[in-house]
């Protein structure tokens, strides 16, 4: 296995990837009792080196179903029967969720509402008010 390119600046390396093949349930015939074709792929959140401790805690929280009880991100393919085929695309969705992670989100700036919409607001709040207070009837006993 090579080491995972994310971005042109940014490559996981091999030495931080651990996979293992497992027998795969689901259709290929007889096939599927001999070949491990199921992929698992490891990588160990806590011990990279390359990335910074904001993307690691983004990609926590964007793969929290996705770790392991030694806060490793565990990624699983068995779509194909090939398990050439399922650790390209376990690899594909690792390097594809370090790239969700790599995006900071945007700061919010609080806001306030204007003047003229807390006005508009009220004025509504006191028409449909006055809209049901009209419908109620007098003291003459009857609902309507």
């Not at 990279?48 to 179903?65: D, K, N, Q």
């Not at 390097?95 to 004025?123: C, D, I, M, Q």
Request: aromatic content about 2%; hydrophobic content about 40%; charged content about 35%.
């Amino acid at each position: 296995m090579s080491d995972l390119t994310i971005t042109s600046a940014l490559v996981l390396p091999d030495a931080e990837l651990e996979w293992s093949a497992v027998r795969s349930g689901g259709p290929g015939g007889q096939n599927v009792n001999k070949v491990a074709t199921k992929v698992e792929l490891r990588f160990d959140l806590a011990r990279s080196a390359v990335l910074s401790a904001g993307v690691r805690a983004r990609l926590a929280v964007l793969a929290r179903g996705r770790l392991d009880a030694d806060g490793r991100l565990v990624i699983v393919a068995d779509e194909t029967r090939s398990q050439a085929r399922n650790l390209e695309l376990a690899r594909a969705r690792l390097a594809e969720l370090v790239r969700a992670a790599l995006v900071k989100p945007k700061p919010r700036r609080p806001t306030k509402p204007s003047r003229g919409a807390k006005e508009r607001r009220l004025g509504d709040k006191r028409r449909e008010s006055e809209k049901k207070a009209s419908r109620r009837g007098g003291d003459d006993g009857s609902r309507y």
